[in-house]
């Protein structure tokens, strides 16, 4: 793991992604119903409060572990909220 730092870049940068493509996708369909893509955006916003509680953890065994815990779940969610993106 590179550091700290990066992996709170990456939750950033992927989560904000993430609502990004959201709003445009809610921007492009205007007609369609937005109900799923607010519950979308919502679930990211939850994540990156779950995961910010994890990363600032100070009770931990095994940092290295647990910061690669942190980013093995970031992927998973990531590619959870693309699909449910995808099949709007």
């Known amino acids: 793991m590179a550091s700290i730092r990066d992996l709170k870049?990456?939750?950033?940068?992927?989560?904000?992604?993430?609502?990004?493509?959201?709003f445009d996708w809610e921007?492009?369909?205007p007609d369609a119903d937005r109900k799923s893509s607010s519950a979308i955006v919502d679930e990211a916003i939850t994540?990156?409060?779950?995961?910010?509680?994890?990363l600032n953890q100070k009770d931990v065994a095994n940092k290295?572990?647990?910061f690669r815990a942190i980013q093995?779940?970031?992927t998973e969610k990531?590619?959870?909220?693309?699909e449910k993106l995808n099949a709007l």
Do not use: R
């Open 9 to 22: 870049k990456d939750i950033n940068y992927v989560l904000g992604e993430i609502i990004e493509m959201t």
């Open 27 to 29: 921007k492009a369909n």
């Open 47 to 54: 994540a990156f409060d779950a995961f910010s509680v994890k």
């Open 64 to 66: 290295k572990a647990h």
């Open 72 to 74: 093995d779940e970031l």
């Open 78 to 82: 990531g590619n959870a909220l693309i």
